[in-house]
């Protein structure tokens, strides 16, 4: 039997029900993570026990695959759980550990049972909660295979862990404060304040004095502070270099999480299920120091998960706290202490346990848009995951440079890793080959694979690295977009059927070696895939620096339309490093086309009207321009504002019908007829609203995002009445814009095409890897490679 059948109590489950069916037998654990049933005895009692293991399993645990043989009785005189068997079966699918899950109702309330043995315990679980995935080492889900093997049970623990009535049955982190790990609070400089129980005592006064805190965790590290004090999170930002990056909050409960922002019905189950993920919710009223999340109309709140987080709010009388990764940005999740003390010697006091973190493991994100789901960052409590797949070769999708995760395949199934972060860092590199290793080891994945896919940009991390594993069959590259539409034809089972996809985020590298990040792409089922359309090209000028100075963007679409464009803008000359002068510099950037790119992403055009409208003028973190420009939009009827003019022009170009190849492969193409809808009308239509005051910011941000998608909602609509299809695919990093994503939904089904989103896995860069894997279905199932 395979799924998430370990880990779960799901032998206690079936042993009580085998015994209250009179039946003999035995379950055990196997190394694949699936399990093993034998049973003996009436017939019609067997019958009924598959019924009842399918129908009143307990709730997360999940059944993928049963194989039901018949055989001879062997006399078993009773039912009896086995130890784990290592060897795994020949042919089986693998199953999936389950994730760390947030602290079971059962055990709050024993937490705070006075005489309780776990009474104000943190580290206190069960069958159905605490740390798994995080703590694990090897197959099978055994207590000798995980960190918390250095922990002996105590007496007491131990009878708990052997009773099969008991809750804790084999649940493999049991323990309690004589056998289990804890918590002391030091300084950076190892001077222990506090140990156990005391330790979260002072730590809870230190946060309602206002102090800075780093908090060792399951996954990993986290700072934390008082959230409605500007003071700590101002210094919060200081020591960590993140000068506008909202910060993830923690909210002591659900009442309190409706002091602070706007919750749907939907959202309130999300935000109490056993996941707890971090949720990006709309703001209501004041509060919170506005440091959390300046220039944004949402907030990124989460409900404690773990044990001590209920014990710090059950001891503080703050209400809610910042709670945000301890690390660097772009660095993977501190997990180690040592590194703790070297890194985080800025925070005053660190609240450390003892328990390894083997797997470390970022909180996951989700935001709710056109009223559903959507993962940002699918980490904590949703990984391991798996996904079926077409093809039943062993893959690896090494995935994007930014938000990295990758992707593993094997047996029909894809298995997604956790966050992992930039990958132009070496320490998130290393990262990145450790959790490759380590995911290839749970997954019997120790032999050779037969293909590595990687992105098309020549000079990515991860490019260079898909080189290290040396498959069977070759390193093949996949271009960015490709890569994100083929991440949605999965999740929607449509690999081998032909779909229409936008793919509009902030950008790629094209396969005209141009950058890409607006583009209208067909997926043939035959393999064969197009570039139908894509954003006229703008230009970068200075590159990376255009990206963070986004006047520069706009400069470069005005120069268009204007003949003196730094007159046109010199109110903008404090959005640029140098002032005024910088536009002489870059005028002559453009006319000699000095270190000067082009670029047809979505992202770059909306920064630049981001800029032009004074919402933000230099990019800080990833996004930012766009999320500010959206919050700034948000509240305006879609009916009541401006519209502005984004024509379709038809343009011959190459058109890939190949967007991957074999490593270093030239891409071949074909000559044809692309559309380009045209973005410098659309700025120079802000602009003069702007200019003329006609409209208010608020009206024109919501007026392009409108416009824009509209535009590209046409493009769409043109392609699915020449293929005769009637599904259209949105993804990418801008279909998180929830304006964008309801025009483009709004507009399609009124003509009875329906818009597919990604649910399963992030629509963003955290979602190249399934694509990246899922290309392999190309070269096998049509049975011809593509050199």
């Known amino acids: 039997m395979d799924g998430v059948v370990q880990g779960v109590g799901f032998r206690p489950f079936v042993y009580r029900i085998a015994v209250q069916r009179g039946l003999r037998g035995y379950i055990k654990n196997l190394g694949d993570a699936g399990v093993e049933i034998v049973v003996e005895g009436d017939e019609k009692e067997i019958n009924m026990f598959l019924i009842d293991i399918k129908t009143k399993k307990p709730a997360i645990s999940r059944i993928d695959n049963v194989r039901v043989e018949y055989g001879p009785e062997h006399g078993y005189g009773e039912f009896k759980i086995l130890q784990s068997d290592y060897s795994p ?297 798996k996904v079926t797949i077409t093809h039943k070769k062993r893959v690896l999708g090494v995935g994007a440079e930014l938000s990295n995760t990758f992707c593993l395949t094997r047996g029909g199934l894809a298995y997604l890793s956790q966050h992992i972060g930039d990958t132009s860092k070496f320490s998130t590199i290393k990262f990145h080959r450790e959790a490759i290793s380590r995911h290839r080891h749970l997954l019997g994945l120790g032999e050779k694979l037969d293909y590595v896919v990687c992105d098309y940009h020549p000079q990515y991390r991860t490019t260079k690295e898909a080189l290290r594993y040396n498959p069977v069959k070759g390193v093949y590259q996949l271009q960015h977009h490709f890569a994100h539409a083929l991440s949605l034809a999965v999740e929607h089972k449509l690999l081998n059927w032909d779909l229409v996809v936008i793919a509009a985020d902030g950008m790629g590298y094209g396969l005209n070696g141009e950058i890409w990040g607006g583009e209208l792409l067909f997926l043939g089922g035959d393999g064969n895939f197009e570039r139908l359309a894509h954003l006229e090209p703008q230009i970068l000028i200075g590159g990376d620096l255009a990206v963070e100075y986004p006047v520069r963007v706009l400069y470069a679409i005005l120069s268009k339309v204007f003949d003196d464009v730094g007159e046109e803008l010199k109110g903008y000359h ?157 993804t990418g990093g801008c279909a998180y814009n929830k304006i964008m994503t309801r025009v483009i939904r709004k507009s399609l089904e009124a003509h009875g095409v329906e818009l597919l989103l990604q649910r399963v896995v992030p629509c963003g860069d955290g979602g190249i890897s399934l694509g990246q894997a899922a290309m392999i279905t190309y070269l096998e199932d049509n049975q011809h490679e593509r050199d």
């Open 89 to 385: 079966r020949p042919g089986s699918q693998v199953s999936t550990v389950p994730p760390d899950l947030a602290t079971c109702q059962d055990c709050l309330t024993e937490l705070f049972t006075p005489n309780n043995p776990r009474y104000l315990y943190p580290f206190i679980n069960c069958t159905y909660c605490g740390p798994r995935f995080t703590i694990l080492y090897s197959l099978p889900y055994d207590r000798c295979n995980t960190s918390m093997n250095a922990f002996p049970l105590c007496e007491e623990c131990g009878k708990e862990y052997r009773d099969p009535s008991n809750r804790r049955y084999h649940a493999e982190p049991t323990c309690c404060h004589t056998c289990g790990p804890n918590y002391k609070l030091v300084t950076p400089g190892k001077v222990c304040k506090a140990s156990g129980g005391e330790a979260i005592k002072l730590a809870a006064k230190l946060l309602d004095r206002g102090e800075l805190l780093a908090i060792k965790g399951i996954g990993g590290f986290h700072l934390a502070c008082d959230a409605k004090n500007s003071s700590s999170v101002k210094k919060l930002r200081l020591i960590l270099g993140r000068e506008e990056q909202p910060f993830a909050v923690m909210v002591r409960d659900l009442e309190t999480a409706s002091k602070y922002v706007v919750l749907s019905e939907d959202e309130e189950k999300h935000l109490v299920g056993i996941q707890r993920p971090i949720l990006i919710l709309e703001k209501k009223g004041g509060g919170v120091a506005p440091e959390v999340a300046p220039g944004l109309n949402t907030l990124g709140v989460m409900l404690p998960y773990t044990p001590l987080h209920t014990l710090l709010f059950h001891y503080a009388k703050v209400e809610i706290l910042v709670m945000t990764s301890a690390n660097l940005p772009g660095d993977p999740m501190i997990t180690r202490d040592d590194e703790a003390y070297e890194k985080l010697g800025a925070i005053p006091y660190l609240l450390l346990h003892n328990l390894e973190i083997v797997n470390r493991t970022d909180d996951s994100v989700i935001r709710f848009v056109d009223g559903k789901p959507v993962f940002v960052r699918r980490s904590r409590g949703y990984i391991p995951f």
């Open 574 to 730: 404090p959005c640029l490093r140098h002032g005024e002068r910088e536009f002489a510099v870059m005028q002559q950037q453009l006319l000699k086309k000095i270190n000067v790119y082009t670029t047809t992403s979505c992202g770059r055009v909306i920064d630049a009207v981001s800029t032009l409208l004074g919402i933000c003028s230099r990019r800080t973190y990833e996004g930012e321009p766009a999320m500010k420009l959206e919050a700034a939009a948000t509240g305006c009827p879609d009916s009541g504002c401006p519209r502005f003019e984004a024509p379709v022009l038809e343009e011959v170009e190459g058109k890939s019908l190949l967007p991957f190849t074999r490593y270093n492969n030239k891409i071949t193409s074909s000559r044809g007829k692309v559309k380009v809808l045209q973005t410098t009308p659309l700025v120079k239509g802000i602009y003069e609203g702007y200019k003329s005051k006609k409209h208010t910011r608020k009206e024109l941000a919501h007026g392009f995002l409108v416009s824009l998608a509209k535009g590209f909602s046409e493009l769409a609509l043109d392609a699915v009445e020449e293929f005769h299809l009637d599904k259209v695919g949105f």
